[in-house]
């Protein structure tokens, strides 16, 4: 009976040894494009959902402190425009030619279909200040103060009710 284990967990082995094998090989031998202009792999998006999901874990839980008023809105609205527009766009403004060459390609944070303002504040500034792996997204701790990133959270989080002030900046 031993033997019969032994013999069920020596092929276990030998068979995960296998299928890294032939991953590696696929993967040295080309099979798997990273191209950003190369359509996604097979469950790409699941696997990096998860990642992200695990990664944020509960910021969630984290609220603004800052007022969402109009002097936070539009300081958030300045940080946006020197660090965020060149990938996230402005208002009005179709994608930009920097994001149309990424993958995955960055929201437009200021329209409805690609905005956050759905997300819990907390999970967007954990966005901004530890960035995404992979995806483009730079960590802005070492750049922005904990007070810009902040304020651009608010801004990203109320952008579809923003003062006329605010907008006004976004669409030069």
């Not at 750049?143 to 651009?152: F, H, I, K, M």
């Amino acid at each position: 009976m031993a033997s019969r284990a032994g013999v069920f967990f020596l092929g276990i082995i030998v068979g995960i040894i296998a299928l890294i094998a032939g991953a590696i090989l696929f993967i040295r031998g080309g099979g798997i494009s990273m191209a950003t202009s190369a359509s996604p792999l097979p469950f790409e998006e699941n696997l990096a959902g998860m990642a992200i999901r695990a990664s944020i874990g509960d910021a969630a839980k984290q609220k603004d402190p800052l007022a969402a008023n109009e002097s936070t809105l539009i300081a958030g609205a300045h940080v946006f425009e020197e660090h965020c527009s060149a990938c996230h766009g402005i208002l009005g403004q179709a994608r930009t030619e920097i994001a149309k060459g990424m993958f995955p390609p960055p929201p437009q944070l200021l329209t409805a279909e690609g905005g956050v303002t759905d997300d819990p504040e907390g999970v967007t500034y954990w966005v901004v200040t530890h960035g995404i792996r992979l995806s483009g997204m730079p960590a802005f701790s070492g750049a922005l103060s904990d007070t810009e990133r902040w304020q651009v959270t608010a801004l990203v989080a109320h952008a579809d009710k923003l003062p006329p002030t605010v907008s006004a900046i976004l669409s030069r």
